[in-house]
């Protein structure tokens, strides 16, 4: 199956306004009941897997010389070569926004479990993924901390 690239430019802008409603509720009102409605199926993360499925399967088809990502000897011009294929970067920034959402969901949801302040970690996120995972695992150890509830031991040693 061929993909020409006004296809792929469709599914790019639609993938990437299909996110924004989830992290602007994650963001700007994390704490109501309609952010955790939203936020509580994996569909919106299962669907951009779906379309990340069907990009990467019919590379296949539309991307010469695909086999390089799998040479041990890949260099990174070569990569970068690669990923000047339309339909290589669509796949590619369909990969960066379903982890991405989902690694939001994950913060989104420890935040509520836990307490922890999570908004500046799910705007890092959105914009710079793994950084915003490391200040969520870092204000998350500061939280605990310095949070008023003492983490509970059991008999055994081990944390509650």
Excluded: C
Aim: avoid cysteine; charged fraction near 10%; proline fraction near 5%.
């Amino acid at each position: 199956m061929t993909i020409n690239t006004t296809v792929l430019e469709l599914l790019f802008t639609g993938a990437n306004l299909f996110v924004l409603p989830f992290w602007a509720l994650m963001v700007l009102v994390p704490n109501t009941n309609l952010t955790r409605t939203v936020m509580m199926p994996l569909w919106p993360i299962t669907a951009l897997t779906g379309l990340y499925l069907f990009l990467f399967l019919t590379s296949f088809s539309n991307v010469e010389g695909l086999e390089a990502f799998s040479d041990p000897n890949l260099s990174l011009v070569n990569l970068s070569a690669l990923f000047a294929n339309p339909h290589v970067t669509a796949t590619g920034w369909m990969h960066y926004l379903a982890f991405d959402l989902f690694v939001g969901r994950w913060i989104y949801w420890q935040g509520q479990i836990h307490g922890v302040f999570i908004r500046h970690s799910l705007a890092l996120t959105l914009f710079a993924g793994p950084i915003g995972l490391l200040s969520h695992l870092v204000t998350d150890a500061v939280w605990k901390r310095f949070s008023q509830k003492p983490m509970a031991i059991d008999g055994e040693g081990v944390m509650e």
